[in-house]
């Protein structure tokens, strides 16, 4: 059973950064895919960054572009840089794993393993 931990949320000021990680056990695929979606309260979740595990290849949601970087660590970890925060990046973020497939890389129905999620908040 995959399992997955989100961990780095905290709150900032607008313009500042934070760095959000992913540990995943259970996972026994060499090749699937990993993401980072967020929620704000009454809002829908929605992606933000994905990337295919082995590969390494990555593609980002347009708010997410020049300011947010995924990036893969060792040990099955996930990471999420994000810079120059703005007030609307208040969500909570969640890290999700799928099965290796083609498109709708930031569809959050294309994703089976949840982790609990971490909050930032972005202040002004």
């Known amino acids: 059973q995959v399992q997955l931990w989100e961990s780095g949320g905290s709150s900032v000021q607008a313009g500042g950064s934070l760095r959000l990680s992913c540990m995943s056990s259970?996972?026994?695929?060499?090749?699937?895919?990993m993401a980072w979606f967020r929620q704000a309260p009454g809002k829908e979740r929605e992606g933000v960054a994905h990337?295919?595990?082995?590969?390494?290849?990555t593609a980002y949601a347009d708010f997410a572009k020049g300011r947010f970087t995924l990036s893969q660590g060792n040990a099955n970890k996930l990471y999420l840089q994000m810079n120059n925060l703005k007030p609307e990046d208040t969500a909570m973020y969640y890290c999700?794993?799928?099965?290796?497939?083609?498109?709708?890389?930031?569809?959050?129905?294309?994703?089976?393993?949840w982790g609990q999620g971490t909050p930032v908040t972005v202040s002004s």
């Open positions: 259970g996972i026994t695929d060499s090749s699937y895919r």
């Open positions: 990337i295919y595990i082995g590969c390494r290849s």
């Open positions: 999700a794993d799928g099965a290796w497939a083609i498109g709708r890389v930031l569809e959050a129905d294309e994703y089976t393993a």
